[in-house]
């Protein structure tokens, strides 16, 4: 069976997906709308943080065929051999504050694509592709995660502020692995994982540095079930802003996240393993 190499729209599990979170955006824009109208004082804080990266990658994408021993090639294709050397993301992040406590939402696409002749036989999701056959890589991650965070400050000089917004929430991705060789064959597999995830976000404004404020994160996202299911994501990022107004600001960034993902079927798994990074980031920020 001959599968196109180019998705023309959403798929069935990634538009639900993509209409909660469309959903999510309309009410913090609400939220941020109903502040700036009020006339008080930060009655409530939304923030937006629209980002783009770009880092290398490496690992694994195993996909059998109903989990059946024999449906894939062991811990292939790897990226190097499809020749996806990096990967691009595109995000979102909302959060709306009111005194000490924050719900933040983010949403990201991560691509993976790339062109290779495979140089080994390669079986995935019960199709075969001989050595030498062509093949085309077209696929993505839909990262959406949704977090409780509580604010503490702290004072490391005269002037100078530490914030910690330390929290707990879930993590859900959207997988969707498809590749197809000149062949005439092809391997679309989507499957949406979810876990549990704790986050620690922090921001330093040296005064000192006028209009220049540092900021980072780190979360680890586990779940570990019955043998050999497994799910962990880790990740941690920095960044540095320059301020160009009160409410807006730029800023450089850079990170690594560390993907494992391997369901529970008996024979072989569905399992990805991807590392990523570190990664080269640009983004905005606002608040209202």
Known sequence: MLYRSRRAGPTALEAP????????LVLAAAC????????????????????????????????????????TSSRRPTFREAKVKDSQEYG???????????????????????????????TSQGASFPAGTEITTDSAIDWMQ??????????????????????????FANLHHAFTGNNGAGVSRQHGPSMPNLLLDWEWRPRSQGRLRFSGSAASAITVGKSP????????LGRAHYDFSRCGSVFL???YRDTVLRD???????????KYGPWLGLGAEFKF
């Open 146 to 171: 949704v977090h409780y965070q509580h604010r503490f400050d702290l004072r490391t000089g005269a002037v100078d502020t530490v914030t910690l917004w330390p929290g707990v929430g879930y993590k």
């Open 17 to 24: 997906m993509q209409r909660r979170m469309t959903c999510l």
């Open 92 to 122: 979102l992040d909302v959060h709306v504050d009111w005194g000490r406590h924050r719900l933040k939402l983010g949403y990201s696409r991560q691509v993976l694509s790339g062109d290779a002749t495979v140089t080994q036989d390669l």
């Open 32 to 71: 941020a709308l109903t502040a700036c109208r009020s006339g008080l004082r930060d009655p409530i804080r939304v923030g937006f943080r629209p980002y783009a990266r770009t880092g290398a990658v490496d690992g694994f994408w195993q996909t059998p065929r109903g989990g059946k021993h024999g449906s």
């Open 264 to 274: 529970d079927q008996p024979d072989q798994q569905n399992h990805l393993n991807l």
């Open 253 to 255: 960034e850079s990170g």
């Open 229 to 236: 299911r497994r799910n962990q994501v880790i990740e941690v």
